[in-house]
């Protein structure tokens, strides 16, 4: 079966950087374009980053344009996500998603396995 499994999330300060990582099982990594969202307390989960399956193109919500930076290992079956520059307002759970109809998305139910989340907690 699909799993996605994520992983890097903790507490840091502002200002400060974490990577998360998004190692992928039971699928053909290499051809599903992935995404990541958040979803922080009180608030509907919202779209952070997407790539393409061979990585020739990623996508950003404006929030994090400069900050963030998705990337991909296929031989490794792993999805990342460099989030530098934290802000308090990055504080969420992060989920990593992948997607079988080529192209990416920023609609999260457009996207058919999600991981389990990892928490980003970054203080003031």
């Known amino acids: 079966q699909v799993q996605l499994v994520e992983s890097g999330g903790g507490l840091v300060q502002t200002g400060g950087s974490l990577r998360l990582s998004c190692v992928a099982s039971?699928?053909?990594?290499?051809?599903?374009?992935m995404g990541w969202f958040r979803q922080a307390p009180g608030k509907e989960r919202e779209f952070v980053a997407a790539?393409?399956?061979?990585?020739?193109?990623?996508y950003y919500t404006d929030s994090v344009k400069g900050r963030f930076t998705i990337s991909r290992d296929n031989a490794k079956n792993t999805v990342y996500l460099q989030m530098d520059s934290l802000k308090p307002e990055d504080t969420a759970v992060y989920y990593c998603?992948?997607?079988?109809?080529?192209?990416?998305?920023?609609?999260?139910?457009?996207?058919?396995?999600w991981g389990q989340g990892t928490q980003v907690t970054v203080s003031s």
């Open positions: 998603a992948a997607r079988r109809i080529n192209g990416v998305s920023i609609v999260a139910r457009s996207y058919d396995y």
């Open positions: 039971g699928l053909t990594f290499s051809s599903y374009p």
């Open positions: 790539i393409t399956w061979d990585g020739s193109n990623t």
